[in-house]
């Protein structure tokens, strides 16, 4: 609505659906998969938020449903977790959670909302 009636003072006064060019670039109908190195294991995200580990199961995020993590052992039982080249945090096999940069292994949403978001 405001694009095809609204002037725009940074357009000289045009409105944006008159100044507006579709980009001549292609792009791909559907992203590559992400690929991880040989000695990362490999878990796909479900749609309940998290990865299945030794028949367990570790919340990641709600955001990553149908995609896929690497995790890297760096210690032992400490696994840092990503997906693709982002380090989403490490996990620690003993508690079966995923500490983000600040060592926390849960997110609080908005205080108006008032309950805690996902581990990741």
């Known amino acids: 609505m405001y694009n095809d009636e609204r002037p725009h003072e940074a357009l000289d006064q045009e409105t944006p659906a008159s100044v507006y060019r579709p980009s001549p670039r292609e792009l791909p109908r ?57 380090k989403l945090g490490r996990m620690d096999e003993r508690i079966l959670r995923i500490e983000d940069h600040k060592g926390r292994t849960v997110r609080r949403s908005s205080p108006a909302a008032g309950k805690p978001a996902d581990a990741m």
Request: aromatic letters at 16%; charged letters at 20%; glycine letters at 10%.
């Open 30 to 86: 559907t992203l590559a998969p992400l690929e991880y190195p040989g000695h990362f294991e490999v878990r796909l995200v479900s749609r309940n938020s998290g990865i299945r580990w030794n028949h367990h199961w570790v919340c990641v995020t709600h955001t990553l449903a149908g995609e896929y993590v690497g995790l890297e052992e760096v210690d032992d039982g400490f696994w840092d977790v990503y997906f693709g080249p982002v």
